[in-house]
């Protein structure tokens, strides 16, 4: 089976029916996006398993190509090589996530902070019906972005902008800033750009991961999505440069380690996350890290509380901890543990003012992190 016009329109609903029964899309207006914009038509060619899959525009496209454009599967499109960073499209549900999140409504005037393949500025668009601008600091992905837009025929409502998402350069004000990199704070100038209620939504860096967090113009940050995204080149690129707190993604020499079992009661996925987001706002130390060791399972997360490859803590989803040695950092996690069991606050439930990092570049990160419980 090949494309054809039917098999493109099915594809189109089959995904946009698909990411509703999952909960990921929950309005009429963002499923007539997904159901309308063609995702095979943002890329010319997609990594999978390390492999390059070309996807010819002028061609039929056989069937288990579409399997995976139309699923929720990324597309990373670009390698990082050079002064080059990765990019590509998201998953599927990430992508409707966010889009239910930022509540958008016809007339909105959207800037996004991360172009990808030019996809999502075009589900923006199907969404508003109004201009979007786009900004990319890979010059690969941006020529992709542009090259997508013109073949969908939005030139004349979607603008893609080569540069960096510190100083986007274009005039406000947005209803909406998204970003679709992961960013270790929100620089000043966003504020400027932002729309009386309007909101940023940004994956902001938080222990190891870059939950998605809504931020109002008054500078107050709340979590929404529990998500990972590329990391952000130039000066919003998440670091310990930039934000001693919230430390980068962790990886560990092999190492001795111990496992206890039964800590605290088995978690869901959901769980889990409500937990690693917790942790975060608790200890410094929080990450995601990953040793080479049969008693550590990474299928169980990889959630953990490091100090240095000595002095380590993993919280696993099935309720056990696994650690280097018997250090303060194990008595300080189970101690943790403990009011995160008396308590289980969720991930939506924290709220925190943005504060100036100090950096080479100013950038505004959530801290000290509160509960909002009514």
């Not at 063609?38 to 996807?55: K, S």
């Not at 069937?63 to 090589?81: C, F, G, M």
């Not at 209803?175 to 990199?181: L, N, Q």
Request: aromatic share 6%; proline share 10%; hydrophobic share 40%.
């Amino acid at each position: 089976m090949t494309t054809s016009t039917t098999a493109v329109h099915d594809r189109k609903r089959g995904l946009a029916d698909q990411l509703r029964a999952e909960g990921a899309i929950t309005s009429d207006r963002v499923h007539r996006a997904f159901a309308s914009v063609p995702r095979h038509r943002t890329v010319t060619w997609f990594l999978q398993a390390g492999r390059r899959i070309d996807v010819p525009q002028e061609a039929d496209l056989p069937a288990e190509i579409l399997d995976v454009i139309y699923s929720d599967s990324p597309l990373p499109t670009v390698r990082a090589h050079g002064d080059q960073p990765p990019s590509g499209g998201s998953q599927t549900s990430l992508v409707a996530r966010m889009l239910e999140t930022l509540d958008l409504q016809p007339g909105m005037r959207v800037l996004e902070i991360g172009a990808g393949t030019g996809y999502n500025a075009a589900l923006i668009n199907a969404i508003t019906g109004a201009d979007v601008v786009t900004v990319e600091a890979g010059d690969e992905a941006a020529a992709g972005a542009a090259a997508t837009i013109d073949r969908l025929g939005l030139a004349d409502h979607v603008r893609v902008l080569h540069r960096d998402g510190y100083h986007p350069g274009v005039g406000g004000p947005f209803d909406r800033i998204v970003a679709t990199v992961g960013i270790a704070g929100i620089p000043p100038g966003w504020f400027d750009l932002l729309a009386p209620g309007g909101m940023i939504l940004a994956p902001l860096a938080h222990g190891g991961y870059h939950p998605a967090m809504a931020i109002n113009p008054e500078g107050t940050a709340r979590p929404r999505i529990w998500c990972d995204f590329m990391p952000a080149a130039g000066p919003l690129r998440p670091s310990s440069v930039f934000d001693g707190f919230h430390q980068p993604e962790t990886v560990l020499p092999a190492v001795p380690v111990a496992r206890v079992p039964g800590v605290i009661e088995p978690l869901t996925e959901a769980g889990y996350a409500d937990l690693w987001f917790f942790l975060g706002t608790r200890d410094p130390h929080t990450t995601r890290a990953y040793a080479d060791h049969p008693l550590l399972d990474p299928a169980l997360g990889l959630l953990a509380v490091v100090e240095d490859p000595t002095s380590c803590v993993w919280v696993q989803r099935d309720g056990s901890l696994v650690h280097t040695g018997d250090s303060p950092t194990l008595e300080r996690t189970r101690g943790l543990l403990t009011v995160w069991s008396a308590a289980a606050p969720r991930l939506g439930e924290w709220s925190a003012p943005l504060a100036k990092a100090q950096t080479p570049d100013p950038l505004l990160a959530p801290g000290p992190w509160a509960l909002e419980r009514r």
